[in-house]
């Protein structure tokens, strides 16, 4: 059984180049509702923490050196069958290899200069909304 929400992250570079407005306008066009929206800046502590699962593979310490650079978007979106839909939405990691009009495609620079991170399973969807959300957070 599939779950309805799903969580995401507009990433630094992103916020930085003004892309969040456009991000969140094309996510709401796509049939999701924003249940729980915020800007924040991670701490090192914080992003080493979240991207803890990455700890082993080379790229752990760029991805959070650059997931510290710069304030973040952080929301939990609601839709039927909502990772699946918004891992279709965002495109594939590699920017080059996302279909057109994807987020990807049209926002991130390149594979560690993603626009945005997406849930890949509804169990990880779960604990990362619950990371940065408390159910009093969410409506």
């Given at each position: 059984?599939?779950?309805?929400?799903?969580f995401?992250?507009?990433?630094p570079l992103?916020?930085?180049k003004?892309?969040?407005?456009?991000?969140?306008?094309?996510?709401?066009?796509?049939?999701?509702?924003?249940?729980?929206?915020?800007?924040?800046?991670?701490?090192?502590?914080?992003?080493?923490t979240?991207?803890?699962?990455?700890?082993?593979?080379p790229?752990?310490?760029?991805?959070?050196?650059?997931?510290?650079s710069?304030?973040?978007?952080?929301?939990v979106?609601?839709?039927e069958?909502?990772?699946?839909?918004?891992?279709?939405?965002i495109?594939?990691?590699?920017?080059?290899?996302?279909?057109?009009?994807?987020?990807?495609?049209?926002?991130?620079?390149s594979?560690?200069?993603?626009?945005v991170?997406g849930?890949?399973?509804?169990?990880?969807?779960?604990?990362?909304?619950?990371?940065?959300?408390?159910?009093?957070d969410?409506?």
């Amino acid at each position: 059984m599939t779950s309805n929400i799903t969580f995401t992250i507009i990433k630094p570079l992103a916020v930085s180049k003004g892309y969040a407005g456009p991000i969140l306008n094309k996510i709401s066009e796509s049939g999701f509702k924003i249940t729980a929206l915020k800007m924040l800046q991670l701490t090192q502590k914080e992003a080493e923490t979240f991207y803890e699962v990455h700890k082993e593979r080379p790229f752990y310490n760029d991805l959070v050196e650059f997931m510290v650079s710069g304030p973040i978007v952080v929301g939990v979106l609601e839709k039927e069958n909502a990772v699946e839909d918004y891992r279709q939405l965002i495109g594939a990691t590699d920017p080059a290899k996302a279909e057109e009009g994807t987020i990807r495609k049209l926002y991130a620079d390149s594979v560690q200069a993603n626009a945005v991170h997406g849930s890949d399973s509804d169990e990880n969807a779960a604990i990362e909304a619950s990371f940065f959300f408390s159910a009093s957070d969410r409506f």
